[in-house]
Each structure stands twice: as structure tokens, then as C-alpha cells.
């Protein structure tokens, strides 16, 4: 048994605290959701059935993104490497296992069976990749493709929070974060996601992936916060990307008391911010909550009901944070670099843009960048674009 694991940082970590949405929301059907009157979109969606996995009926976003469209044009290949900078990751997933290659495990990981560490890059990879059309759980979104996974480390850190040991800790993180990301730009990924606080990688790490024309995909956070990460994600060309709720809008809830401070929950958003993407009521894949059971440090977690779950999979009813958002951009990055190896990563970032359904304010905005995304329209527009643009 190898299974590897670690913690992030506290904003994007407890990505699944939030009660913002009634646990009885009605799940759309792929009619209903698809708010885009193109006409020739809905008739595509007739054409290319339902992948036959069995929570599938619950993966509302692929409707809402056109993903089945886009899946006509490609499902990803498997030379384009996701790389996933993440907690832990539960490699013998029966629904994910086909789709993880080895990967990079941080110096002086602990508690390597650890339920808790195991969940959260677990869930985001299943978000990316899990197996499509076998029957079992969910469809990833860039099925075809292969994720090395990073996993950084142990949350014996949340047990024994203090100030100290939590500057300690983001100093530590912020450098396994930069070993991570190099470790797998060295491997040859071409997207790596980071539904990590951005807040303490040395630039200089991240400079070294987009010099090697690598797709940085990062989550805005969760606080609610304006240009949280503006000194990286606004300065650099990392894609940032923030959460939607089920109408479509930025995700904002109630604050929460946490260990005696009041924490400001929503999509956090700013100059950096490039495209949103649907974070709420996600099936995805985990470790057994069987297992888990065993594991569950109690006094930390007390928070985190698990009793939604399934076994193998995490049903955020009701929940979610923007780490379930980024995965879906790090998917469509995917698709379109196993489409067109030969544009740069400025130009992905573009077509992702550039192929989102507005939001808003007309134009950029703020508040939800470009718009959502919108995979058909991305692919679409990788198909015809010029590697002058
Ligand atoms: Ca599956
Ligand atoms: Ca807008």
C-alpha cells in the first residue's frame, strides 16, 4: 500500500465548511442548465450521450460548461501531464488509480494513511481525471489525461494552531509548494494546479514554471478577500480562478466562527482574476469513508460532517470552496493543450478567456473576470487559433 499525504493552507484548506446553499437544493438536469440559447449547443448535447458513471446525474456542471460537447472534439491525451500540488491523495482509488502516475511526496511528510490529508487532493484530482464511461462513480473532465500528483505534507499543524506555528508552517508549505511545482515542471506537466493559498510560493518557483511555458492554475480563496493574491496571480500569469454558486453567481456565504475568529467566506476576487467556475454540491472522488472513520482526528474536525459522503466519494451538498473550481480550469487547460501542444501557455489562457460566458458587468469584471467557463467554446476556438495570437 503507498499512499501519500499533506495539508494546506488554512483558507483553502477548510474549503468545506461552508452551509451557504440548503442541503435540499434541486439538482438541474442537462436540459435546465444549459442557460446558453445557442441552439446548435443544445442539439450537440443530444448527440453525445451521457458518460455511464454511476453518479453522473449529479455532475450538474458539465452541462452548465458544455463539457460534452467539447468531449466531441477531445477528452484530453495522455502525453498532456496535469500536474496537482495538493494535500495527499488516496493512489489506489478505484475510479482514479488508471489516471495517477507516480509523483513527488514532501520531505518529512507525516501520517501517511491519514484520512484527512488524503481528501483534499484526492477530491481534486477525481475533479480532473477520474475515469469516464466505466461505470463506477464520476467522469473527470480531462478523462484521458494523466495526473502526477504532488502531495506535501502532514496537518498535524491544524491540531497544535498557534500564531507562531502558523507563520512556521506557511514558510514551510510555501517552499514544499516551490519544490512541488518544480519537481513537476521537471516531469514535463503542461498544467499544474494549485488549490493552495498562492501566499507564501517564492515567485521565483513560479517564474521557473511559466518560463518552462507551463499553465499555473491557482483558487482565488475563500475569504471573500479582495486581490488576495494580487502580488502573484496579478503580477504573474497564473490563472486564477474564482467559484460560482448554483444561480451562476459569485460564491459569497455567512461568516463563520472559527477557533474564536470570525472567518469572511466567498469567492475572493480582484485584478487578478481570470475566469469562474461552478464549486458547489460536487461529487468527487475520496478516500473510503469507511476508512476513514478509523483515521477522523475528532477533536480537529468536529466541524466537517462527513455523513454526506459515499463511500469512495465526497458529496459537498450544500459546500464547497474554490479549490473544486480551479480543477475544473486545470481540466480545460488540459483539453485544450492535448489539442494544441504547439500554443503557449499565454495563448491557453487566452482561449480560456476568451471562450467564457460573460458574467456581470459586461466585459472583465472584478468580481468573476471573464465569466465561466465554458469548454465547447474553448475547444472550439483552439481548433482555428493562429500561434501568432
Ligand atoms: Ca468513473
Ligand atoms: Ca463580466
Partial sequence: MFRLSLILSLSIGLVATSFSFAADTVMKDAAESTSNPDLSSENAVSQHP?????????????????????????????????????????????????????????????????????????????????????????????????????????????????????????????????????????????????????????????????????????????????????????????????GLDRKGQRWLAKPVEFRGRTVQQGSSYGKGLNVMAPMLDLVTCAPDIEEANVHLNKDTWTQMNFGMAMPGYLWEQGRGGTSWAAPMATALVALIRSLRPDLNHKQVIKIVEQGATDLGDEGWDKYTGWGQLNFHKSLELAKSWSTRG
Fill in 50 to 242: 451521457a458518460p455511464n458513471d454511476a453518479h453522473f446525474d449529479k455532475q450538474y456542471y458539465f452541462a452548465d460548461m458544455h463539457v460534452l460537447e467539447a468531449w466531441a472534439i477531445t477528452k484530453g491525451t495522455s502525453e498532456c501531464l496535469v500536474g496537482v500540488v495538493d494535500h495527499g491523495f488516496d493512489l489506489e482509488h478505484p475510479d482514479l488509480h488508471a489516471n495517477l502516475l507516480p509523483g513527488y511526496v514532501a520531505e518529512g511528510m507525516e501520517h501517511p494513511v491519514d484520512y484527512l490529508n488524503l481528501l483534499h487532493g484526492t477530491a481534486v484530482a477525481g475533479l480532473i481525471a477520474a475515469q469516464a464511461d466505466n461505470s463506477i462513480g464520476i467522469a473527470g473532465l480531462a478523462p484521458k489525461c494523466k495526473v502526477v500528483p504532488a502531495a506535501l505534507g502532514t496537518h498535524r499543524w491544524i491540531r497544535e494552531r498557534t500564531p507562531e506555528s502558523s507563520r512556521k508552517w506557511n514558510e514551510l508549505i510555501g517552499k514544499e509548494d516551490g519544490k512541488a511545482i518544480r519537481y513537476l515542471v521537471d516531469r514535463g506537466c503542461k498544467v499544474i494546479n494549485l488549490s493552495v493559498g498562492l501566499g507564501t510560493v517564492p515567485m521565483s518557483d513560479l517564474e521557473y514554471a511559466l518560463q518552462a511555458d507551463v499553465v499555473l492554475v491557482a483558487a482565488s480563496g475563500n475569504s471573500n478577500r479582495e486581490d488576495e493574491w494580487y502580488e502573484w496571480a496579478g503580477v504573474l500569469d497564473v490563472l486564477l480562478v474564482g
